[in-house]
């Protein structure tokens, strides 16, 4: 069984979907098919359809979810230090080109989200940082062509 790394904010924010999906949504899923079936004819009822659908995605993440915290890897940040750029870091980048700041924290796959500055350590530009050092340069081969960072901050946070 292969594991999943993850940091510990990450193990719990899915084992608080895990919990909503199976203590809230779930139940709330039966109802409205129930609900739905006491209309009568299944065969051209869409609400019944419908909600039979949202019970099957409902269903189908729970076990992914599941299948994830049982593969879970967590790795406490809190005892990671040095300079050199691993699993967990966060990063501080400036593009060479636009003088850009960026912040990124190198993260497991399933809590990557761009939009909260998270990257997943199989990304390309994760990939680039992974054993670098503040400093030192990176090129990453962007849709939109190669782009060089440099590297001016490395914490563990």
């Not at 709330?28 to 869409?46: M, P, T």
């Not at 501080?92 to 990557?112: F, M, P």
Request: no cysteine.
């Amino acid at each position: 069984m292969e594991k999943v790394p993850m940091t510990s904010a990450g193990f719990a924010a899915l084992g608080e979907e895990l919990k909503k999906r199976q203590s809230e949504d779930r139940p709330r899923i039966i109802e409205h098919i129930a609900e739905a079936r006491s209309h009568g004819d299944l065969s051209e009822n869409a609400e019944y359809h419908a909600a039979k659908e949202e019970q099957s995605h409902n269903e189908g993440r729970i076990a992914e979810l599941e299948d994830k915290l049982a593969r879970a890897d967590i790795i406490d940040i809190s005892k990671l230090s040095g300079d050199t750029i691993k699993f967990g870091a966060t990063v501080t980048l400036v593009d060479e080109d636009t003088e850009k700041k960026t912040v990124w924290q190198i993260v497991g796959e399933v809590e990557a989200d761009a939009k909260k500055g998270r990257i997943s350590i199989t990304s390309p530009l994760a990939r680039a940082l992974i054993g670098k050092k503040k400093g030192s340069t990176v090129e990453v081969n962007a849709p939109g062509g190669a782009k060089a960072y440099e590297i001016t901050k490395v914490e563990w946070r």
